[in-house]
């Protein structure tokens, strides 16, 4: 049946096809008639569906694209603010240690003592010793004094090639001569436990204020005189003759960046005085 | 069954052609999804059917092309009765016979298409040649891969059926 069927259907469906060829290649010149109508009707919408959705498509896709971008864009420009704030940070911390170096020069020319700056490498208060490490280009020898732009910072204890050890005036075994700016009394000043100094056998009936200023002394050999060591914060005890003072200290140890070795000889305590001030 | 399976695989054929052609102009001239349908369905032999499908595939490819009516429908007609008489004689299962029918049939579909654009249209413009070759192995493709997966379904609903009659002896 289906053999016999298919050639005879065969040549029909061919044949319709091909009259409906024709028929439409003379009758519409072109124009798609009828059945070309109706068929753009249901395949225009379908169609256009399937366009809105492409174009949705693309503008999902063209503004992801566009996402991206921006967000390289962004970590681009957020890694350039980072690596600016860092180099401002950086250029500060230059302006910081620039005023500082250019201080400590100022107050070193201003000096009439041989002063030579060595850098603080670290200040240890953890240790045994109240010490601080510094760095400085020759190298230093024992009991140098060390001084900053305040006052009095301790003298050196240990040296190792361009690195030497100071012992503070805070420490609890360190001690100079020294006296009352003022009053012109001369005593033995200690390290104490909490961080002040003790100035001793300062005679009772001496008057002193809250604020006097200490100095050097001149006598253990190791301090010029006249170097600012202090300032009277208190009076605690003493024996019946003499009176021990609380000095704080005109150093502050925790923010030390750069001190000076004191090379040269021992000048007028007067000038040394004049000179320090003039640095200040 | 069989009509409503033809009907649903011409309308996903026509959707997809649609589709393709709205996001890429030149979609139909590297495609030809309604061949593909055409010739898939003409190749289990049944030459009757074949020549029905054929004809009504080529005229909804008309349709979807804008005309004129006859010119896919004699072509496909013609390429979906060939390709029934030569699943009658031969039995293609191997994959790179599928492929080779598949682009055969494009390759007969566009000769006779340009055949006829020749003889009865006034004005014809025939795709250039490397297009109507990525056509034929499109066509190729499209169709070895729309057989494997039949293949793959058909194999898996037997093995659920022979699992079910099993299990209802155990």
Known sequence: MSSRLGRPLLFLLLGAQLALLTWQVRRTHGTLGLAGEVTLRLTGPVAHAFRGAADRIAEVRLRAQQRRLLASENAALRAEVGELRRERLRLAALAVEADRLAAALAYERAQPLGLRAAEVVFVDHSSRVRSLVIRCGRGARINQAVVAEAGVVGRVIATAGAYARVQLLTDRAASLGAQLEEAGSQGLLRGGPDGQLRLEFVPRQLPVAIGDRVVTAGIDGVFPPGLPVGAVAGVEGGTEVFQTLRVAPAVDFRRLGMVFLVDGPAPPADELVRGGDAGR | ?170
Not at chain 2, 12 to 30: H, R
Not at chain 2, 41 to 59: N, P, T
Not at chain 2, 78 to 87: E, M, Q, S
């Open chain 2, 1 to 170: 069954m069989r009509a409503v399976s033809i009907g649903l695989g011409f309308l996903l054929a026509a959707l997809l052609q649609l589709a393709g052609v709205t996001v890429w102009p030149e979609f139909a001239l590297a495609f030809d999804l309604i061949l593909v349908a055409v010739v898939f369905f003409a190749r289990d032999g049944r030459a009757v059917a074949a020549l029905l499908v054929g004809s009504a595939g080529g005229l909804l490819a008309d349709a979807l092309g804008g005309g004129p009516f006859g010119l896919h429908g004699f072509a496909d007609t013609l390429v979906a009765y060939t390709t029934a008489r030569v699943a009658q004689q031969l039995v293609v299962e191997r994959s790179s016979g599928v492929l080779l029918v598949f682009t055969l049939a494009s390759t007969l579909q566009q000769a006779l298409l340009a055949a006829l654009g020749l003889l009865f249209l006034p004005s014809v413009q025939l795709p250039a040649a490397p297009w109507m070759v990525a056509r034929a192995l499109s066509t190729g493709v499209a169709g070895l891969l729309l057989a494997v997966g039949q293949r793959a379904a058909t194999r898996r609903l037997l093995a659920r059926r022979e699992r079910r009659r099993t299990g209802w002896r155990g």
